[in-house]
């Protein structure tokens, strides 16, 4: 029995006691309705919302300035916030139940936040991301994942998983999110939007919880060009100023090598529109592994013992072991939060507790290496680039995983991921994801970066071709190319001979040529496509290799050349899996092959050190 009725029953003849009684129990339901009203509106939003927030709420802007003065430039837009940063009042979530369970509400906004409400623009409330922002696939085991507007039943990309879905969906204008090893690039490109990851150390990150603060930004997501620089501006402190135009591009042609997506709708529409606008000159080519390379001598100490033969992609791998969240940088999460996750010993999801529990507990060593990469890799960008330079690269290498894939969590997968993405984390750089239609169902995106501290130069070139690359993704979209023609099987064996003649000469270039047109006169012979892979594979062009050996596999099953160069291709572009199913059936087809087995034996004991590391 409650007191109020104990009091009550004691008392029964005293009316003041009945009066007095009844406003506590009255008092106590009001109260009892607001605490549930309040709880429901902190509750996970259905999918309605696309399991983008976890929390809504209203903050308004600040007051605008009297008349005459200017508008804000951000007024009537609305945003959402990852929930990594700091509001008043609010808890700050990290993704995580226990975190939120053990902290207490923030104190003050974070300064990134507060710029936004002091130009106009109106918070709606916190979204989903990857637990302790230690993901890059958007899946949360407490909270749910967000829904890929472009994919549903595929992943959203992470960390910053909630703000990519809530613009992509419509949900806000622009969305606040961080990237460390690609957080804000990655969703962006699977949810097909625009994502900006500025020049490190230009937006305050105070208010915002660390993840490694050697490589941690604040970054944004929109889906308009403009609205991408008014964000920029503001973020940014920059002032208004003439757009400049990019004077010069440069094709990471190793880089593409890595994305599933054709030439066709990507490097080709940025060429097509460079030609199209005044004062900018002709692209340039580069293997930007090899530049790398030949630029960044510390980093030869990550490149794998075993790896003796130096691939375009190598270099780009032995980069991505640097930021790998199971490797040697994740010291500085170590020191963030190793206290907490040893005395808290909270409840992980999938795939990311192994990561926690690997970074708190394990030892570093060349630290000082590892910070020397960093410094070479600006110098480097910043001789490369300059000041009116822009490197074009994929943002992905592949398209968005189905939910629930445990290749999320592979090693490959984060290799691959890594390779594109570390390019900006560790030198420094400013990067734009931006979206050039979808290739079989899937968003289509590509980057471009700049050098560090060139982030309105930067704004302002995207804004400057975005119609004109969305012109031009369409067209490419809708180009269907014409099928070969047959021709004198006699010409094509010709052009065949020549070929190998180039070949055996070293002269790629001209070897391609020549298979290529005995390929266009006679395209049912698998030698052909076997040979002009061999060539692709000297030119370092790994993936149009794995398609012409794909090609002589079909019309040739037991074409034991085509599964050995296919194998070679997939392992340099790190799909260590496939490339060993690939030497395993050219030993079943060929059992003595000495490439082949050694081959496999090599991915066997690489597959089981990554497993044990």
Known sequence: MSKALTVIKENASNPKVWVIAIGVTVAGVLILSETKRRRRNSQLIGPEDFGAFIQRFLILPFPQPPPPAVRQPLTGVTFAVKDIFDVKDYVTGFGNPDWKKTHEAAEKTAVAVTALLKNGATCVGKTAMDELAFGITGENTHYGTPINPQNPLYIPGGSSSGSAVAVASELVDFALGTDTVGGVRIPAAFCGILGFRPSHGVISTIGVLPNSQSLDTVGFFTRDPSLLRQVGHVLLQLNAMEPKRARSFVFADDAFQLYVVPNLKTTNVVSKVIENLSGYQPPKHINVGQYITSNVPSLKKFHEQSTKQQTPASCLKALSSVMC?????????????????????????????????????????????????????????????????????????????????????????CDRAFALSSIASMSGCCQVTIPLGKHNGFPVAISFISCHGTDKFLLDTVLDMYSSLQEQASIASNYAPSPDTHGNMETSELLKEKGNAAFKGKQWNKAVKYYTEAIKLNDENATYFCNRAATYLELGCFQEAEEDCTRAMLLDIKNVKAYLRRGTARESLMRYKEAAEDFKHALVLEPRNKVANLAEQRLKKLMIRKLMS
């Open 325 to 413: 969240p199971s490797l040697p940088f994740r010291h500085e999460f170590k020191t963030n939060y190793e206290e907490w996750v040893k005395s808290v010993k909270p409840r992980l999801g999938r795939g990311i507790c192994n990561l926690v529990l690997e970074a708190v507990n394990s030892t570093y060593e060349n630290l000082k290496s590892l910070y020397k990469v960093k410094s070479e890799m600006r110098v480097a960008f910043q001789n490369l680039l300059k000041n009116d330079g822009i490197l074009v690269i994929p943002t992905v290498a592949e398209f968005p995983l189905k939910l629930k894939a445990i290749k999320g969590y592979s090693e490959e997968f």
